[in-house]
């Protein structure tokens, strides 16, 4: 088993090390691989696009041709987790910074989102809420984060704060706008493996 890790920008690392000690808990072996070009995807059970900045992170997936075999990957029913920037690259429709930098959204989950809903990098902050995943309440990382504006009947809200979206599922399909890698709570990486190895 592989799950890949979009390493075009963002907190790559820090997901790596995430999912390789959520296997280690769960005793299991598996490969996390850095996804630098095309041809990695098809071998992956499992695939995170993490955060970063979103107009790039659209632009590389186009280029290097990532986006039309993460595509792909949906149709195949693989587990996708997007982070912050992540979830605004899943969505189907963005805001007027979306459409002002002409970015290339991979339109996989029924939502739209607006780009920097918290503000700038110096608003970044921590909060804790309650994820309905979860049996307790996850403390969360927010650095310029977005937030789903509204989503499809399909679409499974996770989380509000403030009672803004900033969690969501879509089958296979898992959007936060805040950074789980940036804690050390394994919760919601171990929830996304969870879907990996019950595909």
Same mark, same amino acid.
């Given at each position: 088993?592989?799950? &890949?890790?979009? =390493?075009? $920008? *963002? ?15 769960? &005793? ?8 630098? $070009? ?23 997936? =186009? ?12 149709? /195949?029913?693989?587990?996708?987790? &997007? ?11 963005? +805001? ?6 002409? $970015?290339?959204?991979? &339109? ?6 607006? /780009?920097?809903?918290?503000?700038? $990098? /110096? +608003?970044?902050?921590? =909060?804790? %809420?309650?994820?309905?995943?979860? +049996?307790?309440?996850?403390? *969360?990382? %927010?650095? /310029? ?16 704060? +403030? ?15 805040? !950074? ?8 919601? !990486? ?6 990996? %190895?019950?595909?």
């Amino acid at each position: 088993m592989k799950i &890949g890790v979009i =390493a075009i $920008q *963002g907190a790559v690392s820090e997901h790596i090390d995430a999912l390789r000690r959520a296997l280690t808990e769960r &005793g299991v072996e598996a490969e996390v691989v850095a996804i630098k $070009q095309k041809g990695v995807v098809p071998e992956c059970g499992g695939i995170v696009i993490p955060g970063g900045e979103s107009t790039t992170l659209c632009r590389m997936l =186009a280029r290097e041709g990532i986006a039309e075999e993460i595509k792909d990957a949906v149709t /195949r029913e693989v587990p996708i987790l &997007g982070t912050c920037a992540g979830l605004i690259v899943l969505a189907k429709e963005g +805001d007027e910074q979306v459409e002002k930098t002409s $970015q290339e959204l991979l &339109g996989i989950m029924d939502t739209k989102v607006n /780009r920097n809903a918290f503000g700038r $990098q /110096r +608003d970044s902050f921590e =909060a804790e %809420f309650e994820v309905e995943i979860l +049996d307790s309440p996850f403390t *969360g990382v %927010f650095i /310029r984060a977005p937030r789903i504006v509204s989503c499809g009947p399909e679409v499974r809200v996770l989380s509000r704060l +403030d009672d803004l979206i900033i969690a969501a599922e879509q089958e296979n399909v898992l959007a936060l706008a805040f !950074h789980p890698e940036l804690t050390e709570d394994l919760r919601i !990486h171990q929830y996304f493996l969870d879907k990996v %190895f019950d595909c």
